[in-house]
C-alpha cells in the first residue's frame, strides 16, 4: 500500500449543494456551500452550435480528494463558471491490481452555455 499524493498547487473549488424541496418542487431553506481544495481540473472539449442551437458545452473532469463531501445533485463553481454533474463521483477506491490509493476521485462536470 502506498500513501495517497496531494497536488498542492491544485484549484480550489466551491461545491453548492441545493437547499431541500417540498413536495411541489418550491426549495425549503437557503443553498449551502462549501469549498475543496487541492483538486485537479482537466479541461475537456468545447463543443458549440450543435443541430444548428446557439449553446456551448464544455466538460471538465475534476479530481477531488476521496473524502471530498460532493454528491450527484451538487454543482459545482470554478472560477467565474458553474458546472453541473455528470452523475455521481467515480474511481472511489484504491488500484485493484496494486492496492495503490491515488487519494482522489473523479467527477465528471459539464457548463451548457449560450441563448
Keep these: 500500500m502506498s500513501t495517497p499524493f ?8 466551491t461545491v453548492v449543494r441545493r437547499a431541500g424541496t417540498n413536495r411541489h418542487g418550491d426549495p ?19 463543443v458549440s452550435n450543435q443541430q444548428f442551437q446557439d449553446v456551448q458545452v464544455t466538460d471538465v473532469d475534476l479530481y477531488v480528494p476521496r473524502a471530498a463531501d460532493i454528491v450527484a445533485s451538487d454543482k459545482v463553481e470554478i472560477g467565474s463558471r458553474t458546472f453541473s454533474l455528470l452523475g455521481k463521483p467515480m474511481w472511489d477506491q484504491v488500484h485493484p491490481m496494486t492496492g495503490t490509493d491515488y487519494g482522489y476521485k473523479l467527477v465528471r462536470l459539464r457548463e451548457v452555455s449560450g441563448a
Design 6 to 13: 496531494t497536488l498542492p498547487f491544485g484549484e480550489t473549488v
Design 28 to 46: 425549503i431553506g437557503d443553498d449551502a456551500d462549501h469549498d475543496i481544495a487541492q483538486c485537479g481540473v482537466d479541461w475537456n472539449a468545447t
